[in-house]
């Protein structure tokens, strides 16, 4: 099979040509999204929180230009490191009738109310990854743990776990999600006595106990170990080693 035809959905993954990709968090009926005074409905709506961290600032000036030579009717061909200068997308806004910042007066599709800010608005190219969330939708009850460090695998391959990395438990935190936090960095993870702990009191109907030291720390100690570095655990006044 040479080529497939698929619809988009929700979690597939688009990119322009300037770093600036993303995926598609939500798809709307075009009678509910922003509109122009024309009339006319924007296709994608993507975050302003995309440029400045990344300074791509190629994105906004490719729309900015796209949307000038759509009304002048004309293809621009913009050579990389020489191309059209900014003054000269100001003049060419300017002359297909445009403000100069580019930005145009959105309606909402869903109240017709118009937006308190100007948007920037344009034409830009948008390609489509071969990353689809189709192919990637992954998920795992009970599958295979790590031997060294008694974590899930990782990977739809391995049928492994779901990573939740740094930025992951930073959204648990904003959410306060205090116990969802916790049983996924412990019994979910790498909690070996917490695990067979937290199905025997499912099974009775009882509260699950508090977690137990990971096994994390244990190829921690034995790391420390190898560098000729003894661990000591204190626990309760008692000196365990």
């Given at each position: ?18 770093g600036n990709k993303g995926v598609i968090s ?165 909690d070996i006595l917490g695990r067979s702990a ?44």
């Amino acid at each position: 099979e040479v080529a497939q035809l698929r619809n988009i959905s929700v979690g597939d993954k688009l990119a322009g040509r300037h770093g600036n990709k993303g995926v598609i968090s939500r798809i709307l009926p075009e009678e509910d999204m922003p509109y122009t005074k024309e009339g006319k409905p924007i296709d994608i709506i993507l975050t302003p929180l995309g440029v400045p961290s990344r300074m791509n600032l190629g994105q906004i000036l490719e729309m900015h230009l796209g949307l000038a030579a759509e009304e002048l009717q004309y293809q621009a061909i913009v050579p990389p490191f020489s191309g059209t200068t900014e003054d000269d997308i100001v003049k060419e806004l300017v002359e297909a009738g445009f403000p100069e910042t580019g930005k145009l007066t959105l309606y909402d599709g869903r109240t017709g109310d118009k937006f308190d800010q100007d948007i920037a608005v344009g034409n830009m190219y948008i390609l489509k990854l071969h990353h689809m969330v189709e192919d990637k939708i992954h998920m795992r009850s009970v599958g295979p743990y790590s031997i060294t460090t008694q974590q899930p695998l990782g990977g739809k391959a391995q049928n492994g776990g779901q990573r939740i990395g740094e930025m992951e438990v930073w959204a648990f935190l904003g959410y306060g999600a205090a116990y969802a936090l916790r049983e996924v960095l412990t019994i979910k993870s790498d909690d070996i006595l917490g695990r067979s702990a937290a199905f025997d009191s499912i099974v009775k109907g009882e509260r699950i106990r508090e977690p137990n030291v990971p096994a994390t720390f244990n190829v921690l100690v034995r790391h420390l170990r190898g560098l000729a570095l003894d661990i000591n655990l204190e626990r309760d006044n008692d000196v365990t080693e």
